[in-house]
């Protein structure tokens, strides 16, 4: 009797082991796929003229690489401090567990969850619209800003919060203000993780489509001419490419895209790694 | 010019929202003498400690009376400068606190934020308060290492020179060997005696032993009250109260 009931448990892990162990193989082949199909159908297109040429009669993407540059360059700029002094704010200024700022709390949560196509709406109603900025890399960009101002408030919290009391404690017992302790003692702390969140949210930047449809006007065949002019991205001419005739192209921007975002996260750990030297990842 | 830096304390009670955890608390603080305070955790012992450099300004909720006189200052009144007062009241905690800087950088931490910008400057305040705190000769080779990848005692040591580096009168010990082996307790516990010379040191301490071997003077707290506070061989061989007797036996706490 114990003895079947042991086996029966063997078994039970066993098949729990086996069952998560499946389900790591189907999302890795999964991904797999998608980056060899991209591969196999965009890297025979991918070349010097599609990156760096002229838009002609052949479609190039060099609109689009200046276009997403001026996205996150906007975006970020924006929204990198105000985002970082609202996460500063939260987390040393007022008191974490009171009522007020654990509702602020799920409000950029859910703002963080909101789908982008409304920030898009919001985006093109505001800016396109009721400003008259018409279609424009800038109006484009704020958007951009808004959307990922959340995801930037949320990790630098998170961020600060795991910066150890006792360092804060150790710096005001030698004397030091607030703003001393938070500018040499907190934030140098949590640099590595607050740069690393700020290049994911680039990351998020470069593979925005919904929100730029509705507000940069989607030319992609002519260079931007500054913040004002309207524009492209390189997410929007893999949208662009795909449907209207140009499959090959399609393909060939969606590789750069995803070399792109790959780079990125790979920068990300490299700086993060990097920055974190001297705490060497004991925080 | 030769200011006096003794703490007398008068009728303090400090309350955390609407505990009452000090009691009417009256105590001097002699110059130049280690004062340990004593008592089972959760005595008020460490919250009284925070009194003298006022950390406890950082808890929400927590509320201070009475008077408390550094010197000739009373350092709850109004228009006391904390900065200034945290320099002349230097603390230690219990758990090693380095910053995830350099070594030197700790040290040079307090000195900067009271200005000091040379660098030549700098360099004798590092090299003087590591000698002070006895770790130059293990350190003076990697000053510009991470402090976190020295051992608990060094690092314990370290806050001690990063302390001292403010030059302040006063030392305040939060229990500093407590997470420590014995070798560096030793360590701290010599530093200690010797810093006695030039500063006046209050430790609290759950280690009897401890305040035998080091304290001047020994006061015994219980439930937020002292209840005897005298000469360290007074209290450990001829407690008056039967509840200091009953402490250090070893019969509760």
């Known amino acids: ?283 | 010019m030769n200011k006096k830096y003794d703490i007398t304390v008068r009728n303090c009670n400090l309350f955390y929202k609407d505990f009452h955890a000090l009691k009417n608390l009256n105590i001097d603080i002699a110059e130049n003498e280690i004062t340990a305070f004593i008592g089972p955790s959760g005595c008020g012992k460490s919250s009284f400690l925070k009194v003298f450099n006022r950390m406890n300004d950082l808890i929400e909720g927590c509320k201070i009376t009475g008077e408390v006189i550094i010197g000739d200052m009373n350092i709850y009144d109004k228009d006391i400068d904390i900065t200034m007062l945290r320099k002349e009241v230097g603390m230690v905690f219990q758990k090693p606190n380095p910053f995830p800087m350099s070594i030197y950088d700790n040290i040079a931490f307090a000195p900067r934020t009271f200005g000091v910008k040379k660098k030549s400057e700098l360099d004798e305040i590092v090299e003087k308060s590591l000698r002070r705190a006895s770790i130059w000769d293990e350190v003076k080779d990697r000053l510009k290492k991470d402090a976190l990848g020295m051992s608990g005692g060094q690092q314990q040591r370290l806050c001690i020179a990063r302390a001292l580096a403010a030059s302040p009168k006063i030392l305040l010990m939060d229990e500093p060997t407590s997470a420590l082996d014995p070798i560096s307790t030793g360590k701290i516990e010599e530093l200690v005696n010797e810093l006695k010379e030039n500063y006046t040191i209050v430790i609290v301490t759950h280690n009897m032993q401890q305040a035998t071997r080091i304290s001047d003077k020994t006061a015994f707290f219980l439930l937020g009250e002292i209840i005897e506070y005298d000469k360290t061989e007074n209290i450990f061989s001829n407690p008056k109260d039967k509840r200091t007797e009953n402490y250090i036996s070893g019969r509760f706490g």
């Not at chain 1, 029966?8 to 098949?15: G, P």
């Not at chain 1, 009669?57 to 690489?65: G, R, S, V």
């Not at chain 1, 200024?93 to 700022?101: D, V, W």
């Not at chain 1, 940069?216 to 929007?236: C, E």
């Open chain 1, 1 to 283: 009797m114990q003895n079947a009931k042991h086996k029966r448990q063997i078994f039970k892990y066993a098949l729990y082991k086996r069952l998560s162990q499946a389900s790591l193989v189907v999302s890795l082949l999964s991904l797999l796929a998608l980056v060899i199909f991209i591969v196999i159908r965009g890297l025979p297109y991918v070349n010097f003229q599609l990156i760096f040429g002229d838009y002609g009669a052949e479609p190039t993407i060099k609109p689009a690489l200046v276009g997403t540059l001026y996205l996150v360059l906007i975006s970020v700029l924006i929204s990198a401090p105000i985002g970082i002094g609202s996460a500063i704010f939260l987390t040393e200024y007022t008191n974490t567990k009171s009522k007020i700022i654990r509702w602020v709390r799920v409000a950029t949560e859910t703002l963080a969850g909101i789908p982008s196509i409304v920030y898009g709406i919001f985006g093109y109603l505001v800016f396109v619209v009721a400003l008259g900025f018409k279609y424009s890399l800038l109006g484009g960009g704020i958007t951009l800003a808004i959307m990922i101002l959340p995801l930037i408030v949320r990790s630098t919290e998170e961020n600060l919060l795991a910066v150890p009391k006792s360092f804060r404690e150790g710096s005001f017992a030698l004397g030091a203000s607030k703003v001393r302790t938070i500018f040499t003692v907190v934030l140098p702390c949590a640099v590595s993780g607050i740069v690393t969140s700020l290049i994911l949210a680039i990351g998020r930047v470069i593979s925005e489509s919904a929100v730029l449809i509705l507000t940069i006007g989607m030319v992609v065949d002519k260079m931007p001419q500054g913040v004002s002019s309207p524009g492209t991205s390189l997410a929007l001419d893999v949208y662009y490419f795909g449907s209207f005739g140009y499959p090959e192209q399609a393909s060939a921007t969606a590789l750069v895209l995803l070399i792109l975002v790959l780079a990125i996260n790979i920068i990300a750990t490299v700086i993060g790694k990097k920055l974190n030297k001297f705490s060497g990842g004991r925080l």
